[in-house]
C-alpha cells in the first residue's frame, strides 16, 4: 500500500494537516524564544553601556605639577622657618617634591635662581593645598624671605 501514489498523498496531506496543528505552538514557542533574545540582548548592551560609562567616570584625573620659580633675598629665614613649614602643608595635603634646586642650567632666557616642583594626584588636590588654611600662614614669612616668585600648575599626561 505503500507504493501506492494515492497512499503517498494522503501520507503527505496527513504531514501536513500535522504540521499545521502543531504549527502555531511551535511558531509560539519560536517567537517567545526570540522576544526573550531581543530583551536579553538589550538589557546585555544596557549594563555593557553602564560599566562603560561608569569606567569613563572612575579614570583618575592626570596628575598635576606645581612650578614656582623664586628669587631669595633671605636664605636663612627662607631655609629655617618658611622651607619646613611649606614641606610639611605640602606632605599632609598629599603633594611630594620632585624638584628642590638652586642649581638650575639656562638654555633659553634667564634662568630662575631657585626651582620647585612638587608633583600632585591631580589638579584639585594641588588646589585644595594652595588654598589650604595651613598653607597660606606660611605665606607672611615667604614673603620676607623673598624678592620675587612666579609658580604656575599644569597637568601631566596619565
Sequence with gaps: ???????????????????????????????????????????????????????????AKPPAYYIAEIDVTNEDLYNKQWAPKADET????????????TDVERIDGAAPKRVLISKWDNIDKLTAWRESEAYMRTLPILDKAIRSMRS???EGLN
Design 152 to 154: 604656575y600648575a599644569v
Design 1 to 59: 500500500m505503500r507504493d501506492h501514489p494515492k497512499f503517498e498523498v494522503q501520507m503527505h496531506q496527513q504531514n501536513r494537516i500535522r504540521l499545521g496543528y502543531d504549527a502555531p505552538k511551535a511558531r509560539g514557542s519560536i517567537l517567545m524564544k526570540t522576544h526573550y533574545t531581543v530583551v536579553l540582548a538589550a538589557l546585555t548592551g544596557v549594563g555593557i553601556g553602564g560599566l562603560a560609562v561608569q569606567g569613563i567616570h572612575a579614570q
Design 90 to 101: 605640602i606632605k599632609a595635603a598629599g603633594g611630594t617634591y620632585l624638584v628642590r634646586s
